[in-house]
């Protein structure tokens, strides 16, 4: 089959883009999102520092208009007139190649090539230990097909950010240790060690056949809430992280009320019943070392029904995907959640679209539990992030990537001392 665009035919404008995906998402901006020019009134509140808003007046200027002109270097509706787009060209100028960018692998992704960076290996011999260093080091030790193309390597960590974030953190060999610049404090120290002591057991003399049958510890179980995209990932992206950990098996619980989003048609949800009262969707037959639970319901439900109980600071592990927890917009559904999970004294790591994401998540949470939480790890760049940048169909002036950062916490954990 022939594909739709050649590799050097991947630069198109939105709105008269061959494929019409991306035609309807430029339509969809021109409708919601606004210009960003300082002569419009505002809008909303501004996010951040940088949030273009910040500079519009609250009242007295122009009426807000929605997004009209694309830019011709970049290809995306990025003001709602040429003068106006001429007039803040220069601020532009430092976002209009990533912007060109993302409008290429945008393409590229609906070109129908054959794509053999979403062909992942299997697993390895124990003896080949994984370098999690970076990237590239991670993909060498895992036997990954050889990726010269950047635009493929971009769409093949859009994917494998998500197993392999988590399992930089938990690794033994995690390149987030308690040394100067490593992040990790001695609280997380303690946390990560009892995961890792699950995660790498010593050789029991397992194996095929009656001599080698042996007693397996439960499985560890990793919470993913709010889940939305990920739980959506295909299921070999996922197993990826079992083979970081190949003497162990996984539990994946994605839970939220968009954990099923765009999954209707593969799995439509299940009556709740007396044996299912939540409606899971219970995946088991993927692969040996993962079993996949889905929850269209938010966590502090379950957990006030004790559903997951008991939790084991061992075998357990909470995982927030840039979770919004201080965004205005949704903090308020994290309300009732956090203080559940610090009640469970188990990690829970964090990633964030900014620095600014991040502060913004930490802030909050300080602000409404106060002293009862330990960090683990602390705040800044994540070294297994997306390489793919994306754009915010709200705001095209908003780009990030997937798991640009990541931080951790818990529970406070009080010591007994004693007193003389």
């Not at 430029?26 to 509140?45: D, E, G, I, L, V």
């Not at 520092?49 to 009209?68: C, F, I, Q, T, Y």
């Not at 009656?210 to 299921?235: D, M, Y």
Request: hydrophobic fraction near 30%; aromatic fraction near 12%; charge should be negative.
């Amino acid at each position: 089959m022939n594909p739709l665009l050649r590799p050097d035919n991947l630069f198109h404008p939105f709105s008269s883009s061959p494929s019409p995906d991306i035609r309807r998402r430029a339509a969809f901006m021109k409708q919601h999102a606004y210009c960003p020019h300082s002569s419009h009134n505002a809008t909303r509140m501004a996010e951040n520092p940088g949030d273009p808003e910040a500079s519009k007046p609250r009242s007295g200027g122009a009426l807000p208009a929605h997004v009209r002109y694309e830019c011709p270097d970049c290809g995306i509706p990025i003001a709602c007139c040429e003068e106006h787009f001429i007039d803040e060209y220069e601020k532009h100028l430092d976002i209009c190649d990533t912007l060109r960018e993302i409008n290429e692998d945008d393409h590229d992704l609906r070109s129908e090539r054959y794509f053999p960076e979403f062909e992942y290996p299997g697993p390895t011999m124990e003896e080949q230990l994984v370098n999690l260093t970076s990237w590239d080091t991670m993909l060498y030790t895992r036997d990954f097909k050889a990726i010269d193309d950047m635009r493929s390597m971009r769409q093949t960590t859009k994917l494998l950010t998500y197993p392999v974030t988590i399992g930089s953190v938990l690794h033994e060999f995690s390149p987030y240790n308690i040394r100067k610049g490593g992040r990790l404090t001695p609280e997380g120290l303690k946390s990560f060690s009892a995961l890792r002591y699950t995660l790498h057991p010593p050789r029991d003399g397992s194996g095929p056949g009656i001599k080698g049958i042996r007693p397996k510890p439960p499985p560890v179980r990793i919470f993913v809430l709010g889940a939305r995209a990920e739980s959506s990932l295909p299921r070999d992206t996922w197993v990826q992280l079992a083979y970081l950990f190949p003497r162990v098996t996984f539990h994946i619980i994605f839970i939220g009320p968009e954990a099923m989003a765009n999954r209707d048609a593969e799995y439509p949800l299940p009556d709740r019943t007396p044996h299912n009262p939540f409606g899971a969707i219970i995946e088991d037959r993927v692969s040996q070392d993962m079993k996949f639970s889905t929850y269209v319901d938010y966590y502090h439900t379950l957990h006030e029904a004790n559903h997951f109980y008991p939790y084991d600071p061992y075998f357990d592990c909470f995982m927030l995907f840039h979770p919004g927890i201080g965004h205005p917009a949704s903090s308020h559904e994290w309300e009732d959640t956090i203080p559940q999970l610090l009640a469970t004294k188990v990690p829970i790591i964090v990633t964030g679209y900014t620095a600014w994401d991040m502060e913004r998540d930490l802030t909050w949470i300080k602000s409404k539990c106060g002293n009862e939480m330990d960090i683990l790890l602390e705040p800044g760049e994540n070294r297994f992030r997306s390489l793919r940048w994306d754009i915010n169909d709200l705001d095209p002036q908003d780009i990030s990537c997937g798991n640009w950062g990541v931080w951790a916490f818990r529970g406070k954990r009080y010591e007994t001392t004693m007193k003389d």
